[in-house]
């Protein structure tokens, strides 16, 4: 238990009172229930050697069933004060913990500029393990000579791209068996999609998500979330949903957090789900703009919580845009995929 003195340690400046107050309430609590007996002494009868303990609130031991029984009316008040006290307290730790400002995401490893949170805007590399922005990806290559050459190489490594789905998948486990926790949720994505020569199986999907999970990729979590709102390979329940988006959204997935928003939207829980749909802009997610402008316009958030959302995106726009990621958009850029097809990536990042 906190001491008065020391309980601000962890709390945010918004919440240090209220979390302070029921930290002292319970304290004096237990200081009370301190007075009425010494450690291992009955709290009814006075004798020492007690063993049973209050099943509800664990603070208190008696001798025997009998003088629980009996000292149940003295001591039921303080019991549920303290259960109550104890589930505000838990309940402002949970909020301190949720609306935390998530990690930072990673920069390309070659412009060294923040990564992009949308998908298009980035790539994972299963030769090297790095995941590489849209413009260092389609950037030109020259050589020695100033002369333009074929750009069918990893940007990173120089690996050439896999001529085949075999021995992409190759690359992908020699990843997976170096403990690379992307290589691990791809290959869960494959499973689920039934792609890249894997079939289609929702519960091993599932499997390679709880492992690239526990080493600690939020994405994994999240699309372990939408498992279980959709019922693949699992049954539905949207409470465990919630519990891996919040683990997601904690971790620094946008769209996790812009899933919890549009959940206490829902149950009009404006306050709350402004918290979420901030944090989500901060981390880039357009959705979470636009659902801010909608409850603005019908009076659900105020005018500063809208200017606030626009002047977060822009801050977020200036830390990822760049000329050459600009210009891997407007280029069409036609590549070989590893299936022998020519394909239009599409490389927008915002």
């Keep these: 238990m906190s001491t008065p003195g020391s309980c601000n340690v962890g709390a945010s400046k918004s919440n240090d009172d209220d979390v302070c107050e029921l930290a ?4 004096e609590m237990k200081t009370a229930e301190d007075n009425d ?3 291992d002494v009955c709290a009814n009868c006075g004798k020492e050697g007690a063993n049973n303990i209050c099943n509800k609130c664990k603070q208190v031991k008696y001798c025997n069933a009998a003088c629980k029984k009996k000292h149940r009316h003295k001591h039921k008040k303080h019991c549920e004060e303290h259960l109550r006290l104890a589930d ?5 730790l949970h909020d301190e913990r949720l609306f ?9 490893p070659i412009c060294f500029l923040l990564l992009p949170s949308m998908k298009t805007g980035y790539r994972y590399m299963s030769c090297c393990g790095k995941v590489i922005c849209s413009g260092c990806m389609y950037a030109p290559v020259y050589d020695d000579q100033g ?14 791209a896999p001529k085949s789905i075999e021995e992409a998948l190759k690359r992908l486990k020699t990843r997976m068996e170096a403990g690379d926790a992307i290589a691990i949720h791809n290959l869960g994505m494959y499973y689920r999609d039934g792609m890249n020569g894997c079939p289609q199986d929702y519960k091993k999907a599932l499997e390679f998500w709880h492992q690239a999970a526990e080493l600690g990729h939020a994405d994994a979590y999240k699309f372990i979330g939408y498992a279980y709102v959709l019922g693949q390979g699992v049954e539905v329940d949207m409470e465990k949903a919630n519990y891996y988006y919040e683990i997601a959204a904690k971790g620094g997935d946008s769209e996790a957090r812009n899933n919890l928003g549009n959940k206490e939207a829902r149950a009009r829980n404006y306050d709350r789900a402004i918290k979420h749909y901030m944090i989500a802009v901060e981390g880039g997610n357009t959705k979470s703009l636009d659902t801010i402008k909608k409850i603005y316009s019908v009076g659900h958030a105020t005018k500063e919580d809208y200017s606030k959302a626009l ?6 726009l200036g830390e990822i ?8 958009v407007t280029k069409n850029i036609i590549t070989i995929s ?12 915002y």
């Design 24 to 27: 002292g309430k319970l304290d």
């Design 311 to 316: 002047q977060s995106y822009q801050v977020y």
């Design 147 to 160: 002369n333009k050459v074929d750009n069918q190489k990893c940007p990173f490594c120089r690996t050439p």
């Design 338 to 349: 590893q299936h022998g097809l020519a394909a239009a990536n599409d490389c927008r990042y």
């Design 321 to 328: 845009k760049s000329k050459q990621r600009d210009e891997a």
């Design 37 to 39: 007996e010494e450690e």
């Design 100 to 108: 935390k400002q998530p990690p930072p995401k990673n920069d390309c």
């Design 88 to 92: 505000e307290r838990a309940a402002e």
